[in-house]
């Protein structure tokens, strides 16, 4: 089993970058392929990106390709999305997940989830 804890959403300017990390407790994260999605309220959960067990393999959603990044470190049990060139449309809770099946893109794929980050793009 995994646990997973999110951190760092804040209020940013729209254009600006931030940073979100998800630590990891339990089991060893290097044995599972980890997912970012995000909600705003009254919409479904939707995929941002995904990372491969190694880091030698990202996806990401169209609306965040070039502008988003997934990165992991395992020796720190932590996977990161770096965010940049923000929009007020990025506006929503960041959530990272766990599998350990392969790379997905689906809520169903991934087991474990965190409580989510709160993460703000004023205009």
């Known amino acids: 089993q995994v646990q997973l804890v999110e951190s760092g959403g804040r209020l940013v300017q729209a254009g600006g970058s931030l940073s979100v990390s998800c630590e990891a407790s339990?089991?060893?994260?290097?044995?599972?392929?980890m997912g970012w999605f995000r909600q705003v309220p009254g919409k479904e959960r939707e995929f941002v990106g995904t990372?491969?067990?190694?880091?030698?393999?990202?996806r990401y959603a169209d609306s965040v390709q070039g502008r988003f990044f997934i990165s992991r470190d395992n020796a720190k049990s932590t996977v990161y999305l770096q965010m940049t060139q923000l929009k007020p449309e990025d506006t929503a809770v960041y959530y990272c997940?766990?599998?350990?099946?392969?790379?997905?893109?689906?809520?169903?794929?991934?087991?474990?989830w965190g409580q989510g980050t709160q993460v703000t793009v004023s205009s």
């Open positions: 997940a766990a599998t350990p099946r392969g790379t997905g893109v689906t809520v169903d794929w991934y087991k474990y």
């Open positions: 990372i491969n067990w190694t880091g030698g393999f990202t």
């Open positions: 339990g089991d060893t994260i290097s044995d599972y392929t």
